[in-house]
């Protein structure tokens, strides 16, 4: 994958590694996400996600229990709802930027075992590089799907990485010490 598609999965998986940890399929983890989305914008991510204003208030009122197939409505409109809240309240940035230190990254470089010898990147090894200053940009660019400007970040990034960068532009994914 591109280094710009990896760095949005990265914060994909900031996001999700910080929610509610409890399955919707549990008591728990259902009455947490219902809790969260219990406010005017956390109902209309409900009905977004496809639940009926009057079911929506028959699972308030403890009247009916969500189905499976409503408690996946429910999963997808908590999570859109933390997403939103995290990128409105500034939280995301903030906990990437780390206070102007930014974050420890590992990049795993691409398997070249099937790339043919006579094609293949001699020594490349994974590498670990400090992301700073970059993350407004990158959350902002997440936000909007827009993979071609978390593409440049990425060639940004990795241009610290000496005569070897481009051997980075393309990877098997990355992770962050957040």
């Given at each position: 994958m591109t280094g710009g598609q990896a760095l949005a999965g990265e914060i994909d998986r900031v996001v999700r590694a910080h929610g509610i940890a409890s399955p919707v399929t549990s008591r728990r983890g259902?009455?947490?996400?219902?809790?969260?989305?219990n406010s005017p914008a956390g109902r209309t991510a409900l009905?977004?996600?496809?639940?009926?204003?009057?079911?929506?208030?028959?699972?308030?009122?403890?009247?009916?229990?969500?189905?499976?197939?409503?408690?996946?409505?429910?999963?997808?409109?908590?999570?859109?709802?933390?997403?939103?809240?995290?990128?409105?309240?500034?939280?995301?940035?903030?906990?990437?930027?780390?206070?102007?230190?930014?974050?420890?990254?590992?990049?795993?470089?691409?398997?070249?075992?099937?790339?043919?010898?006579?094609?293949?990147?001699?020594?490349?090894?994974?590498?670990?590089?400090?992301?700073?200053y970059v993350w407004d940009d990158a959350v902002d660019a997440w936000e909007a799907g827009d993979t071609g400007t978390l593409d440049e970040i990425w060639d940004d990034l990795i241009a610290d990485l000496d005569s070897d960068w481009i051997a980075y532009a393309y990877v098997a994914g990355i992770g962050t010490s957040a």
């Open positions: 259902l009455n947490a996400r219902l809790r969260y989305l009905r977004e996600a496809g639940a009926g204003a009057r079911t929506i208030r028959d699972w308030y009122a403890g009247r009916t229990a969500p189905s499976r197939a409503s408690r996946e409505k429910i999963d997808a409109a908590y999570w859109e709802r933390r997403r939103a809240n995290l990128i409105r309240s500034g939280q995301l940035k903030r906990y990437f930027d780390n206070d102007g230190r930014g974050v420890r990254m590992e990049i795993y470089a691409v398997d070249q075992t099937n790339v043919p010898e006579k094609y293949r990147r001699p020594n490349v090894q994974d590498r670990s590089i400090q992301a700073r």
